[in-house]
């Protein structure tokens, strides 16, 4: 699998940004996609991800403001972020794998480029 990511910019606080991932392969609909952040000096951290069956996770920080989603017919997973706040500041990366919730993002399998959201307060 193969992953592009893209729809970062830079925004101000309030704003919204939409954030999609396309994905190479057949097998698209088998993995769990999901949207990790990594901000200066901080580790890679899992923001939402979305099971093949459609389940949806969302870190606490994110909740009610951002919003996974996925589309098998197109192989994208779309990360659409609400009522930005500074600290959502970060590069964002897409990830696909058989599992993302609780696993060591050293052992994710399929990693994107990250695409990079700079939100000015």
């Known amino acids: 699998v193969q992953l592009q990511a893209s729809g970062g910019g830079l925004v101000q606080a309030g704003d919204s940004l939409r954030l999609s991932c396309a994905a190479s392969?057949?097998?698209?609909?088998?993995?769990?996609m999901g949207w990790y952040r990594q901000a200066p000096g901080k580790q890679r951290e899992l923001v939402a991800a979305?099971?093949?069956?459609?389940?949806?996770y969302y870190a606490d920080s994110v909740k009610g403001r951002f919003t996974i989603s996925r589309d098998n017919a197109k192989n994208t997973v779309t990360l659409q972020l609400n009522s930005l706040k500074s600290e959502d500041t970060a590069v964002y990366y897409c990830?696909?794998?058989?599992?993302?919730?609780?696993?060591?993002?050293?052992?994710?399998?399929?990693w994107g480029q990250g695409t990079l959201v700079t939100v000015s307060s």
């Open positions: 392969g057949r097998t698209f609909s088998m993995y769990s």
């Open positions: 990830a696909a794998d058989r599992s993302l919730i609780g696993r060591s993002t050293r052992t994710i399998d399929y």
């Open positions: 979305i099971t093949s069956g459609g389940s949806t």
